[in-house]
């Protein structure tokens, strides 16, 4: 998913585990990747949506569904067919998908503290983890948060890829002043993923407004 993936654990971390994490996030990799022609997304993405709920993998349906109901919940703001009709990208939620379906492939597994990180999209398996957020002018991590066992943060920002962060209803790059926008959610890392787009499409004042309406149990640290 070109990015970095990590698996914390407070003592050594088994291979059974590790192996685990691997295989989770190697088959999102291989059925969501809207950079290969024949992966299962590209495969399906001229359907209609209910047709590539039909057709999908069982396992990575969540996935679809997530990114057409928050498509739907903001008019369209946040829109796996951003590209266009006929065309299907979740980069905006999938890592945080691969990141639950690790997570729930460990469970009740691991003997020991584990927190995952796929690309900062971060889950605590097990035991309670503090965490910081970049700060893109001096590099310090702050604020520092934390998170109990099953809570999920993501963070959305412009400082490692530029304007990559795309309006779902021209395409054109996400306006505004923020730099970076984290999500923290008591249960979903997919959720945390998909809200830390769309809250920093929206600005604060407008998305402090939709996670009020849509999602009052995560909170977001602006920056």
């Excluded at 962060?165 to 054109?172: E, F, Q, S, V, W």
């Excluded at 923290?184 to 809250?199: E, F, I, W, Y």
Aim: contains cysteine.
């Amino acid at each position: 998913m070109g990015t970095v993936a990590r698996v914390q654990t407070r003592g050594p971390a088994d291979k059974a585990t590790v192996a685990a994490v691997q295989d989770a996030f190697a088959r999102v990799n291989r059925l969501l990747n809207a950079h290969d022609p024949e992966s299962e997304l590209s495969r399906l993405a001229g359907l209609a949506d209910d047709a590539i709920l039909a057709q999908c993998d069982p396992e990575m349906r969540p996935c679809y569904e997530a990114a057409f109901q928050l498509r739907d919940e903001t008019d369209g703001l946040f829109n796996p067919r951003w590209k266009g009709a006929g065309t299907m990208d979740l980069g905006g939620i999938a890592k945080g998908f691969a990141v639950d379906l690790a997570a729930a492939a460990l469970a009740g597994k691991v003997a020991q503290d584990t927190l995952l990180d796929l690309g900062g999209n971060l889950k605590a398996v097990r035991g309670t983890w503090r965490i910081g957020v970049y700060s893109p002018e001096g590099g310090a991590a702050l604020p520092v948060r934390t998170l109990a066992a099953g809570a999920s943060c993501a963070t959305s920002a412009r400082y490692f890829r530029g304007d990559h962060i795309r309006d779902g209803r021209t395409g054109a790059a996400a306006a505004g002043e923020l730099t970076s926008v984290t999500v923290v959610h008591p249960t979903s890392a997919m959720r945390a993923d998909g809200l830390s787009t769309t809250l920093f499409l929206l600005g604060r004042d407008a998305g402090e407004r939709f996670l009020a309406a849509h999602d009052p149990a995560a909170t977001a640290i602006w920056l």
